[in-house]
């Protein structure tokens, strides 16, 4: 956010090191991180964006947790109690991480994203503010109540492996920030829902003006069900920067092919964090490779290479142009 203001928006972890990449970034770049993050956001509880988050509220301990209400609800606190009381177990979908980070909150607390909800802001020497666009106040109780399901069935089924993985984006948190005159839309993993009182026809009914953003981090990993025409014609100017993540688990991989095609079609300056594809899976131990493919139904091995998209404005400049620069494995789409 210049002047020295940080952020950090979910999380993963560095592949060689297993530390959060946010943490390793801003260590790289000489920031106090003791002072200088104000905010720490989880968009949502799934364990491809927030692993590694902990730490990160460990380390930035004057920055505000934020999350949705749904994730601070006693309903959700009950899916944790239950994980906890089978600790011997895996965890699932962000369920350990975040349990986690209620032990870091012990004495703080979260801050509830909710939409239009301003959650830091300044004035000098540049105006800088963040703000939630979502859950809307629907989407939080539908996600309190999914919420609750999931705690009676973890109870109820005691021999369970697992906790109930809780695959619903409802609640996930977009973000949008302006510094200046750059405005940049953080897309979360936020659906389209039919009903516009959810997912992303509630933003886009609640959103006035005509200062349309600039730079767009596509939501969801760029697939078709998180994606529509008035997200890019009510909410984005005409060729938005744009840049998207990945997402790699067995057989599927996002973006798609089609997927691909869309979003070339919808502007010329999309980029990518790396490739979404995965490789047949290789052992160099035939008798571990058999046995592998004894007990599972399909065997990848995942692309551990992944880069990084970095997109910068000179906000004293003016109307000045966005400058994009790929590390690693991340290439223009």
Not at 116 to 124: G, P, Y
Not at 132 to 158: H, K, N, V, W, Y
Not at 173 to 184: C, P, Y
Request: charged letters at 25%.
């Amino acid at each position: 956010m210049g002047h020295n203001d940080w952020l950090v928006i979910d999380s993963c972890l560095e592949d060689k090191a297993k530390r959060s990449v946010a943490l390793e970034y801003l260590e790289t770049l000489g920031v106090d991180l003791s002072s200088a993050v104000h905010l720490v956001i989880a968009t949502h509880w799934h364990d491809d964006h927030i692993v590694g988050l902990s730490d990160v509220c460990r380390a930035t301990a004057s920055a505000k947790f934020v999350c949705s209400a749904a994730m601070t609800s006693e309903q959700f606190e009950s899916i944790l109690a239950t994980w906890r009381l089978r600790s011997f177990l895996p965890g699932g979908s962000g369920i350990d991480e975040m349990d986690a980070i209620v032990q870091v909150l012990k004495n703080g607390g979260a801050v509830r994203a909710s939409a239009q909800k301003v959650l830091w802001s300044r004035n000098r020497p540049t105006h800088a503010e963040v703000r939630a666009l979502s859950p809307s106040e629907a989407a939080d109780l539908a996600m309190i109540l999914r919420f609750g399901e999931a705690a009676a069935q973890a109870s109820a089924t005691t021999l369970s492996r697992r906790v109930p993985n809780i695959v619903d984006n409802h609640a996930s948190v977009v973000i949008s920030l302006v510094v200046g005159d750059a405005r940049i839309l953080l897309g979360s993993d936020l659906l389209v829902r039919t009903d516009r009182n959810f997912g992303w026809f509630a933003i886009i009914d609640s959103f006035s003006g005509t200062n349309h953003y600039q730079a767009y981090k596509i939501a969801h990993h760029g697939s078709s069900n998180a994606d529509h025409d008035d997200i890019w014609r009510e909410l984005l100017q005409p060729e938005p920067v744009a840049a998207l993540t990945p997402f790699v688990r067995g057989g599927k991989h996002l973006p798609t092919d089609d997927d691909c095609d869309r979003i070339r079609r919808r502007t010329s300056e999309a980029y990518l964090t790396s490739p979404p594809r995965t490789q047949r899976f290789r052992d160099r131990n035939p008798r571990a490779e058999r046995l592998m493919r004894r007990f599972t139904r399909q065997l990848h091995s995942v692309p551990s290479r992944f880069g990084h998209v970095r997109l910068r404005k000179k906000i004293s400049s003016g109307n000045s142009n966005w400058n994009v620069s790929t590390f690693g494995a991340a290439a223009k789409l």
